[in-house]
């Protein structure tokens, strides 16, 4: 039962070291004896499920029946081709869904959480999934607790239990043992899968995984990637059913004045069959999925995980993105550069986290100041960082902002290692970007001292005394202000800028009490250079019509310094504090919103007031987050952005994508990816319209006006196959062009195709279609054979449309500026279309099967320079748009 024993004997119970943990063998086996630490998922669509769910739908019902009808009529080989063409429509179909499938899950893999825990000695990562009962687990702020585990150690922590008790309030963890009739939410030594720690820290050891927790007993489901349909799919849905609804009006009523003008009524029931299926996109929603998932494959080898598909078309209409300072705009690699101790401004040498420097004032070295070594003394105590040594090459565990504290001890020849084995942490109280604050008490030789650290305005309000000269003397108003001036010049400097006290403190203190009445020992600056390539990724962002604004916990002047080096800040734009804004009512606040670039000091709350205001305004909302109290904002945001680095497990499940990298310039190319798919998906739908709509007028012109089929049911069937299946694959992985980052973010609401590529797809369908009917009319009166007729059109269209896809490689740009051989996809899927339609009228077996004849090469110079106007067209509409538009 674990909790109504003491942690000893759990320790004992399951056979494990609290300070070891598991040795890795041991690990091993009992993964073996308990299986993974997964919940059950629901039942997967096996293959053969997914297989046969191509054949649903009722168009495909129609054509099976369709086939039954010819063989039913003795018209075995129409019977076979029409079953030959579903089951390959059917292949197809499954490829496209497995292909989508498989990527999901492979986002799935990518996105699964790994826990800290310690096992033969050492802490490390681990797989989630690969937890055992008996793991040492080490949980702080931010995590999702993995399993079921006893608290060993709880330092002010607290658990939200909600998704398991529906209790909002986070639970105040201790380390006592309860009795054994405890209900279950007050064995508050005891945390539980699905549930997160929202403040302190922990450790514990885990007592069930996978389905034994409590939460698998419930059997819920979590972290699952969502696969809502996207706007652009439900379009696409609307779409097809109206299509759909106006070709079957269009073909009955010419199939019916076609009986009644005479033609076979079966003939004219196939083909009725086979133009409906051709006029209906029902490939479409499949290739879009397909679309969608290929691109988001592309965004992750940029650093860009999507965590729900929507989001990617939610990227393409971004205009405004949020972004943290610290980690994102910056790298993230502190050095302290300026300590201010004793009234006196010293600099400090050295580079990178090696701890070799030194200390000046103006231009000489100091080796010993009592001042510089309490301020140092208390940087390095209350700090939770650690610097470590790997074949010559020092580099820092934990905060980077802590870690370039203990850097800046050691070359003052403090080791923190040898400091905390002299003054033992005897409590501390966390911190927060709320608080801006970090207490711990430690012993020292002559009693217990609190140290603590936080912003230079929240340490200030936290002391009473100063000191000075080596003496403890009052902070009088007057060397407050000094301070801030300081604290002002470092941060215009951009450095980011600490503040550091100290207190004698009872024995008995609680670490909150000691918060007060401190003595501020000084201050350090620290520098955390703009990342490189943050600058242009802002000026693309600026060209491509979206808006960068900073929101940072950081000071005003450091934020506002470092926003103006990399063009956030503009002239006439405005910084708010978190403060400000406070003071600001809802209405003022809207007023002014647009014009703010940079928030600083904010609370995470914050956040979510921006994103609101923001969104009022009918923005699409970008907003990255990394701590446990940023999830609202990204749940408000449009596109909700964590960390993969210093991201909380809690942030990254509120969000709807990560970047892998923490890196502000992985946003703006998920944003181009973004814009890329969403541009690819209009072309292959633009392609795709082309298409049906010259079959369709192809056909109906030549009943109607020619009493004539110019193109059987079957080849119709074989068109719509071929041209459905590999050209719009190959356009959703046309690159990006260089156009796509210049323009404006498309409206949210915009169509499914623009109006001119509507006018675009229908002046081509019709360019096709009046060529085919042309050839119709010209054979007809030179009294060539019907069955020559219907193959010469059959390829003609054909060959069209392989021209056609690539007109849709780019709506503006010509084929040959893009390069014509760039999309190599497309060379293949185009070659194998045209090798396929030379089988269907070379090969003997599918000449019976689709009543062809063989072309001569007189006829093929005749067709290829026929087919090759598609193309010609569209590039003389794209060089007067662009002659007009230069
Ligand atoms: P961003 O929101 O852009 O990531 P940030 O990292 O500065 O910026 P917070 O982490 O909320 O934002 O930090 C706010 C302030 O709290 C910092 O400017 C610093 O003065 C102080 N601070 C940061 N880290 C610590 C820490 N580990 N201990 C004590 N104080 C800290």
Same mark, same amino acid.
């Given at each position: 039962?674990?909790?109504?024993?003491?942690?000893?004997?759990?320790?004992?119970?399951?056979?494990?070291?609290?300070?070891?943990?598991?040795?890795?063998?041991?690990?091993?086996?009992?993964?073996?004896?308990?299986?993974?630490?997964?919940?059950?998922?629901?039942?997967?669509?096996?293959?053969?499920?997914?297989?046969?769910?191509?054949?649903?739908?009722?168009?495909?019902?129609?054509?099976?029946?369709?086939?039954?009808?010819?063989?039913?009529?003795?018209?075995?080989?129409?019977?076979?081709?029409?079953?030959?063409?579903?089951?390959?429509?059917?292949?197809?179909?499954?490829?496209?869904?497995?292909?989508?499938?498989?990527?999901?899950?492979?986002?799935?893999?990518?996105?699964?959480?790994?826990?800290?825990?310690?096992?033969?000695?050492?802490?490390?990562?681990?797989?989630?999934?690969?937890?055992?009962?008996?793991?040492?687990?080490?949980?702080?702020?931010?995590?999702?607790?993995?399993?079921?585990?006893?608290?060993?150690?709880?330092?002010?922590?607290?658990?939200?239990?909600?998704?398991?008790?529906?209790?909002?309030?986070?639970?105040?963890?201790?380390?006592?043992?309860?009795?054994?009739?405890?209900?279950?939410?007050?064995?508050?030594?005891?945390?539980?899968?699905?549930?997160?720690?929202?403040?302190?820290?922990?450790?514990?050891?885990?007592?069930?995984?996978?389905?034994?927790?409590?939460?698998?007993?419930?059997?819920?489901?979590?972290?699952?990637?969502?696969?809502?349909?996207?706007?652009?799919?439900?379009?696409?849905?609307?779409?097809?059913?109206?299509?759909?609804?106006?070709?079957?009006?269009?073909?009955?009523?010419?199939?019916?004045?076609?009986?009644?003008?005479?033609?076979?009524?079966?003939?004219?029931?196939?083909?009725?069959?086979?133009?409906?299926?051709?006029?209906?996109?029902?490939?479409?929603?499949?290739?879009?999925?397909?679309?969608?998932?290929?691109?988001?494959?592309?965004?992750?080898?940029?650093?860009?995980?999507?965590?729900?598909?929507?989001?990617?078309?939610?990227?393409?209409?971004?205009?405004?993105?949020?972004?943290?300072?610290?980690?994102?705009?910056?790298?993230?690699?502190?050095?302290?550069?300026?300590?201010?101790?004793?009234?006196?401004?010293?600099?400090?040498?050295?580079?990178?986290?090696?701890?070799?420097?030194?200390?000046?004032?103006?231009?000489?070295?100091?080796?010993?100041?009592?001042?510089?070594?309490?301020?140092?003394?208390?940087?390095?105590?209350?700090?939770?960082?650690?610097?470590?040594?790997?074949?010559?090459?020092?580099?820092?565990?934990?905060?980077?902002?802590?870690?370039?504290?203990?850097?800046?001890?050691?070359?003052?020849?403090?080791?923190?290692?040898?400091?905390?084995?002299?003054?033992?942490?005897?409590?501390?109280?966390?911190?927060?970007?709320?608080?801006?604050?970090?207490?711990?008490?430690?012993?020292?030789?002559?009693?217990?001292?609190?140290?603590?650290?936080?912003?230079?305005?929240?340490?200030?309000?936290?002391?009473?005394?100063?000191?000075?000269?080596?003496?403890?003397?009052?902070?009088?108003?007057?060397?407050?202000?000094?301070?801030?001036?300081?604290?002002?010049?470092?941060?215009?400097?951009?450095?980011?800028?600490?503040?550091?006290?100290?207190?004698?403190?009872?024995?008995?203190?609680?670490?909150?009490?000691?918060?007060?009445?401190?003595?501020?020992?000084?201050?350090?600056?620290?520098?955390?250079?703009?990342?490189?390539?943050?600058?242009?990724?802002?000026?693309?962002?600026?060209?491509?019509?979206?808006?960068?604004?900073?929101?940072?916990?950081?000071?005003?002047?450091?934020?506002?310094?470092?926003?103006?080096?990399?063009?956030?800040?503009?002239?006439?734009?405005?910084?708010?504090?978190?403060?400000?804004?406070?003071?600001?009512?809802?209405?003022?606040?809207?007023?002014?919103?647009?014009?703010?670039?940079?928030?600083?000091?904010?609370?995470?709350?914050?956040?979510? =007031?921006?994103? #609101?205001? $923001?969104?009022? /305004?009918?923005?699409?909302? +970008?907003?990255? &987050?990394? !701590?446990?109290?940023? @999830?609202?904002?990204?749940?408000?945001?449009?596109?909700?952005?964590?960390?993969?680095?210093?991201?909380?497990?809690?942030?990254?499940?509120?969000?709807?994508?990560?970047?892998?990298?923490?890196?502000?310039?992985?946003?703006?190319?998920?944003?181009?990816?973004?814009?890329?798919?969403?541009?690819?998906?209009?072309?292959?739908?633009?392609?795709?319209?082309?298409?049906?709509?010259?079959?369709?007028?192809?056909?109906?012109?030549?009943?109607?006006?020619?009493?004539?089929?110019?193109?059987?049911?079957?080849?119709?069937?074989?068109?719509?196959?071929?041209?459905?299946?590999?050209?719009?694959?190959?356009?959703?992985?046309?690159?990006?062009?260089?156009?796509?980052?210049?323009?404006?973010?498309? =409206?949210?609401? #915009?169509? $499914?195709?623009? /109006?001119?590529?509507?006018? +675009?797809?229908? &002046?081509? !369908?019709?360019?096709? @279609?009046?060529?085919?009917?042309?050839?119709?009319?010209?054979?007809?009166?030179?009294?060539?054979?019907?069955?020559?007729?219907?193959?010469?059109?059959?390829?003609?269209?054909?060959?069209?449309?392989?021209?056609?896809?690539?007109?849709?490689?780019?709506?503006?740009?010509?084929?040959?500026?893009?390069?014509?051989?760039?999309?190599?996809?497309?060379?293949?899927?185009?070659?194998?279309?045209?090798?396929?339609?030379?089988?269907?009228?070379?090969?003997?077996?599918?000449?019976?099967?689709?009543?062809?004849?063989?072309?001569?090469?007189?006829?093929?110079?005749?067709?290829?320079?026929?087919?090759?106007?598609?193309?010609?067209?569209?590039?003389?509409?794209?060089?007067?748009?662009?002659?007009?538009?230069?």
């Amino acid at each position: 039962m674990y909790y109504d024993e003491a942690a000893d004997a759990v320790l004992n119970n399951l056979n494990t070291s609290e300070e070891a943990g598991l040795s890795s063998g041991e690990a091993e086996k009992r993964l073996d004896k308990y299986g993974k630490n997964e919940l059950k998922e629901e039942e997967k669509t096996s293959v053969v499920k997914l297989f046969l769910s191509q054949f649903k739908s009722f168009l495909i019902v129609i054509l099976i029946a369709a086939a039954l009808v010819s063989a039913f009529l003795g018209e075995l080989v129409d019977a076979f081709v029409i079953l030959f063409t579903v089951v390959l429509a059917g292949v197809l179909g499954f490829v496209q869904e497995y292909r989508a499938e498989e990527s999901i899950k492979l986002l799935k893999s990518l996105t699964s959480p790994e826990a800290l825990v310690l096992r033969d000695g050492k802490e490390g990562k681990v797989p989630s999934s690969l937890l055992v009962p008996g793991d040492i687990l080490l949980l702080q702020a931010g995590d999702r607790i993995p399993a079921d585990a006893r608290l060993l150690e709880a330092l002010s922590m607290k658990v939200d239990e909600s998704s398991l008790t529906g209790e909002s309030v986070p639970v105040e963890k201790s380390i006592n043992i309860f009795p054994p009739e405890t209900p279950q939410p007050d064995r508050k030594n005891m945390v539980y899968t699905g549930t997160s720690v929202t403040y302190g820290r922990g450790k514990a050891v885990i007592t069930a995984t996978g389905m034994s927790t409590a939460f698998g007993k419930l059997a819920g489901l979590l972290g699952e990637i969502e696969r809502d349909k996207t706007p652009l799919q439900e379009k696409l849905d609307q779409f097809g059913r109206w299509l759909g609804t106006a070709t079957l009006i269009v073909v009955a009523f010419v199939a019916i004045l076609g009986i009644i003008e005479g033609f076979d009524p079966f003939e004219m029931f196939l083909w009725g069959v086979a133009l409906a299926v051709a006029a209906i996109p029902e490939a479409l929603p499949a290739v879009v999925t397909v679309g969608l998932a290929l691109g988001v494959r592309r965004m992750v080898k940029r650093h860009a995980l999507v965590r729900k598909l929507p989001s990617v078309e939610t990227l393409g209409s971004t205009n405004i993105i949020c972004t943290d300072k610290t980690g994102t705009l910056t790298q993230n690699k502190m050095i302290v550069e300026k300590v201010y101790a004793n009234g006196t401004l010293f600099t400090v040498t050295g580079e990178g986290y090696k701890p070799t420097g030194d200390f000046f004032r103006g231009d000489s070295p100091v080796s010993k100041d009592i001042h510089l070594h309490k301020l140092l003394v208390t940087g390095t105590l209350c700090n939770d960082a650690g610097l470590v040594e790997e074949e010559g090459r020092w580099d820092i565990m934990g905060d980077p902002t802590e870690g370039a504290l203990v850097v800046a001890a050691a070359k003052g020849g403090l080791w923190k290692a040898v400091l905390e084995e002299k003054h033992e942490r005897k409590g501390e109280v966390p911190f927060s970007s709320e608080r801006k604050l970090m207490t711990t008490l430690n012993t020292s030789e002559d009693g217990l001292y609190a140290h603590a650290k936080g912003a230079p305005e929240v340490i200030l309000a936290a002391c009473t005394k100063i000191f000075l000269e080596g003496h403890e003397e009052e902070l009088t108003p007057e060397r407050k202000q000094e301070i801030l001036g300081i604290v002002n010049d470092l941060a215009n400097k951009t450095l980011r800028v600490m503040g550091f006290a100290y207190r004698k403190v009872p024995e008995d203190i609680l670490p909150e009490e000691a918060e007060k009445d401190m003595v501020f020992s000084g201050l350090m600056g620290m520098r955390d250079p703009p990342r490189e390539e943050v600058k242009v990724g802002i000026a693309t962002c600026t060209s491509a019509g979206i808006r960068t604004i900073m929101i940072t916990g950081d000071h005003k002047t450091t934020a506002f310094a470092i926003a103006r080096e990399l063009g956030i800040f503009r002239e006439g734009d405005l910084v708010l504090t978190g403060t400000e804004l406070e003071g600001l009512g809802d209405r003022e606040f809207d007023e002014i919103v647009e014009k703010v670039s940079v928030y600083a000091r904010v609370y995470p709350e914050h956040k979510l =007031k921006v994103v #609101e205001a $923001l969104k009022k /305004k009918g923005y699409i909302v +970008a907003m990255t &987050g990394d !701590g446990v109290n940023d @999830a609202p904002a990204l749940k408000a945001a449009d596109m909700g952005i964590a960390m993969g680095i210093t991201g909380t497990d809690v942030s990254k499940e509120a969000s709807s994508m990560i970047l892998t990298d923490d890196n502000f310039a992985s946003i703006v190319s998920a944003v181009e990816e973004g814009r890329n798919i969403l541009k690819n998906i209009k072309n292959f739908i633009a392609y795709g319209l082309t298409c049906h709509i010259g079959l369709v007028l192809i056909v109906l012109v030549g009943v109607l006006a020619w009493h004539t089929l110019p193109v059987i049911a079957v080849q119709i069937l074989w068109i719509n196959l071929i041209t459905d299946g590999l050209p719009p694959m190959a356009l959703s992985m046309e690159a990006p062009d260089r156009g796509l980052m210049k323009q404006k973010p498309t =409206k949210a609401k #915009e169509g $499914l195709v623009s /109006k001119r590529m509507l006018i +675009a797809s229908l &002046g081509l !369908g019709t360019l096709i @279609a009046v060529q085919s009917i042309w050839v119709l009319h010209n054979s007809l009166s030179n009294g060539v054979p019907l069955s020559k007729i219907q193959t010469l059109i059959f390829t003609l269209v054909v060959i069209s449309l392989m021209f056609n896809a690539f007109n849709w490689r780019s709506e503006r740009y010509s084929v040959f500026s893009l390069g014509i051989f760039t999309n190599k996809s497309l060379i293949y899927a185009v070659l194998s279309t045209v090798l396929l339609q030379l089988v269907a009228i070379y090969v003997p077996i599918m000449q019976i099967a689709f009543q062809t004849v063989p072309l001569s090469l007189s006829d093929w110079a005749m067709i290829i320079p026929l087919a090759s106007t598609t193309l010609i067209a569209m590039e003389f509409v794209k060089y007067l748009e662009w002659r007009i538009h230069r």
